[in-house]
């Protein structure tokens, strides 16, 4: 049943740079005279209202107003931590209001403003901190050694630790669900207030995936082999893969063959490898709904070309994060944290 919200998500889908055109006009126009002070020139404000627009036509294709408004929060805290005052986030929703209302047929502007005031709701509801990722297990201690290290730019050293911790005290798993992910998402909470840059953030993403490569042969040698193979890869547009890469390890520790694609995977070259492996297992990762078309997409191939002979696990931090568009996509499961992948196959294809 195609719904009036995916409708109206499709409509901002298909005008979406003329509608950020628009929008850059009416901000400037409004704030031309302290946007400078900030940096938000035509090319930032043409930047953010397209990741507003992305945004809420993924939140209305899923009919999921709460997304849109716990992006609304993410992105005010992100302008915070980097001196951005906070009016400029309400200012963006009226903009968006105006522009949207003007652009779309009149039966579109309840649902507009529904999910538009979910979000003005959610800016004056009463704050909470963005809580750090760092673990109170017993593996806080190495997290914290780790995230130090690595933040100062010292990848041999931190290669050392994760090298020290595997040989004397901790499994591969461990290393990758209570070192690896929790540290990486500390790094992006850091980046989000302000604490450190995007080439910190770079660094320590790339870092992480070298310090990944140089465990993989000790997965490859203890792994005993019970015959089945997974294809893991990002959807077209997507970079952000070491989730994946973690689901496809761990899924190898568990016997499994795993054919690892990485990023940005156009759909027609993924069935082609899915074949070519014999593969029964697909896993599919996507961190921001930008790219939400994309994995309806490959979805969709994959279920008319392969029927059910393959099933569809989906990941990644924007699925993982909220249920109800996790659920908008149809697939046979969904992956909340990379540790999930092999216990889903078994649920899903018997052992």
């Not at 499709?10 to 979406?16: D, F, G, K, T």
Request: aromatic share 8%; hydrophobic share 45%; charged share 20%.
């Amino acid at each position: 049943m195609v719904t009036l919200e995916k409708q109206l998500g499709e409509a901002i889908y298909s005008q979406i740079n003329q509608l950020a055109d628009r929008m850059v006009a009416l901000q400037q126009s409004q704030r031309l005279d302290i946007s400078p002070q900030y940096g938000l020139n035509d090319k930032k404000y043409r930047e953010y209202g397209q990741q507003d627009l992305y945004q809420l036509a993924e939140a209305m294709i899923a009919n999921n107003p709460p997304q849109f408004a716990g992006y609304i929060l993410w992105q005010r805290s992100m302008l915070r931590g980097h001196s951005v005052p906070d009016f400029f986030t309400e200012l963006q929703l009226q903009t968006e209001q105006t522009v949207l209302t003007g652009a779309l047929a009149a039966e579109y502007h309840p649902a507009i403003s529904r999910f538009l005031q979910a979000a003005v709701q959610a800016l004056h509801a009463p704050e909470s901190p963005v809580q750090s990722f760092i673990p109170a297990t017993p593996f806080r201690e190495l997290v914290e050694q780790y995230l130090k290290t690595l933040l100062a730019g010292d990848r041999a050293e931190a290669a050392e630790i994760i090298t020290r911790a595997v040989d004397t005290q901790c499994s591969i798993r461990d290393i990758y669900l209570q070192v690896f992910k929790p540290s990486l998402y500390e790094v992006g909470r850091l980046w989000q207030t302000g604490q450190i840059t995007v080439a910190h953030e770079h660094f320590f993403s790339a870092a992480t995936q070298l310090i990944m490569s140089e465990l993989y042969p000790r997965i490859h040698q203890h792994a005993a082999k019970n015959g089945r193979v997974a294809v893991a890869a990002c959807v077209s547009g997507e970079l952000h893969e070491i989730g994946l890469r973690m689901s496809a390890d761990l899924l190898e520790l568990e016997g499994w063959g795993t054919c690892y694609l990485g990023a940005n995977m156009p759909a027609l070259s993924v069935i082609e490898m899915i074949r070519e492996k014999k593969a029964r297992l697909l896993i599919l990762s996507m961190c921001l709904p930008i790219n939400g078309p994309a994995l309806r997409e490959m979805i969709s191939i994959v279920r008319k070309q392969m029927a059910n002979d393959v099933k569809i696990i989906i990941g990644g931090y924007s699925i993982s994060s909220d249920p109800i568009y996790a659920a908008a996509f149809g697939a046979d499961a969904v992956a909340l944290g990379a540790g999930d992948a092999p216990e889903i196959a078994v649920r899903l294809l018997g052992r």
